[in-house]
């Protein structure tokens, strides 16, 4: 079993910025890889970013390349996503997810239903 709890959602002029947190814990349980999802209400959950931990190589949605940025912080079993350049469409509730054997698809986005494990969601707004 793992734990993931989402923090650093707000609400931001577009063009701000916001840095979303995800740490992980668990007993026994070692997520390879954490990916960050949104969703806004009436659409599915959609990709943004996926970073395989053990060597921090990450993919990234076309909505997210050149803007957002995932890292880990792994004495802190942290996962980050600095998000620049935010704009109104980036407004959503943005998830992180794990599962078991997990890692970073580098052949297309990755995919919710591969994911058993997820946090709780925080809140992104942009809006002027």
């Known amino acids: 079993q793992v734990q993931l709890v989402e923090s650093g959602g707000g609400s931001v002029q577009p063009g701000g910025s916001l840095r979303l947190s995800c740490v992980v814990s668990g007993s026994n349980y070692y997520a390879h890889a954490i990916a960050w999802f949104r969703q806004v209400p009436g659409k599915e959950r959609e990709a943004i970013s996926c970073i395989n931990r053990s060597d921090g190589s990450a993919t990234y949605a076309d909505a997210a390349k050149g803007r957002f940025t995932i890292s880990r912080d792994s004495a802190k079993n942290t996962v980050l996503l600095q998000m620049d350049s935010l704009k109104p469409e980036d407004t959503a509730v943005y998830y992180c997810?794990?599962?078991?054997?997990?890692?970073?698809?580098?052949?297309?986005?990755?995919?919710?239903?591969?994911?058993?494990?997820w946090g709780q969601g925080t809140q992104v707004t942009v809006s002027s």
């Open positions: 997810a794990a599962d078991s054997m997990y890692y970073c698809r580098d052949d297309g986005p990755d995919d919710a239903k591969d994911f058993s494990f």
